[in-house]
T-cell receptor
Framework: NAGVTQTPKFQVLKTGQSMTLQCAQD?????MSWYRQDPGMGLRLIHY???????DQGEVPNGYNVSRSTTEDFPLRLLSAAPSQTSVYFC?????????????FGSGTQLSVL | GENVEQHPSTLSVQEGDSAVIKCTYS??????FPWYKQELGKGPQLIID?????GEKKDQRIAVTLNKTAKHFSLHITETQPEDSAVYFC???????FGAGTTVTVRA
């Protein structure tokens, strides 16, 4: 099993550009989530999903959109990138209990917005 | 919402010594407390977790203790080795709020 796969690993955007960070898992996990990691601030939850067709906001959702059309995929969209969105982004998945079970993380996407 | 504070932010220990990282949380309804280790360039990986009905849990050289009354929990690493050098994150449910992380450096 590949686990949680994120693409791309690195991305540079100009302010105002849009892009989608891809996340896929092959463990049949119901729960998927996106975090951003900034120095001194740990991991902050952006959006999460408890199953196909269901998404909800986390701690820092502004500027990001998500959708969950399949169990396997959970893309994160930046509609109009801003320098404040420069960060490392991690996708994670877990069983349905999600919030009280082991999270499996991808290897991250390092995003720079100029 | 849940607020998790983690201390210290950096920790340097001599190989073979012990390392202790402490976290406090605010939501008394939290019932799950995992610890994640992040090596350079990788995503975090779960190393140990504890639930609210248990006060202590051990796994070889690592242990976690939980004090629900005081709302704090700690990670203990004994006989530290160079491969323990990493960033460690604590977290607390309900929405898995993470601490800011502790960078641990083990000096050979």
């Amino acid at each position: 099993n590949a686990g949680v796969t994120q693409t791309p690993k690195f991305q540079v955007l100009k302010t105002g550009q849009s892009m989608t960070l891809q996340c896929a898992q092959d463990m049949n996990h119901e729960y998927m989530s996106w975090y951003r990691q900034d120095p001194g601030m740990g991991l902050r939850l952006i959006h999460y999903s408890v199953g196909a067709g269901i998404t909800d906001q986390g701690e820092v959702p502004n500027g990001y959109n998500v959708s969950r059309s399949t169990t396997e995929d959970f893309p994160l969209r930046l509609l109009s990138a801003a320098p404040s969105q420069t960060s490392v982004y991690f996708c994670a998945s877990s069983t349905l209990q999600g919030l009280s079970e082991k999270l499996f993380f991808g290897s991250g996407t390092q995003l720079s917005v100029l | 919402g849940e607020n998790v504070e983690q201390h210290p932010s950096t920790l340097s220990v001599q190989e073979g010594d012990s390392a202790v990282i402490k976290c406090t949380y605010s939501d008394s309804a939290s019932n799950y407390f995992p610890w994640y280790k992040q090596e350079l360039g990788k995503g975090p990986q779960l190393i140990i977790d504890i639930r609210s009905n248990v006060g202590e849990k051990k796994d070889q050289r690592i242990a976690v203790t939980l004090n629900k009354t005081a709302k704090h929990f700690s990670l203990h690493i004994t006989e530290t080795q160079p491969e323990d050098s990493a960033v460690y994150f604590c977290a607390a449910s309900i929405k898995l709020s993470f601490g800011a992380g502790t960078t641990v450096t083990v000096r050979a």
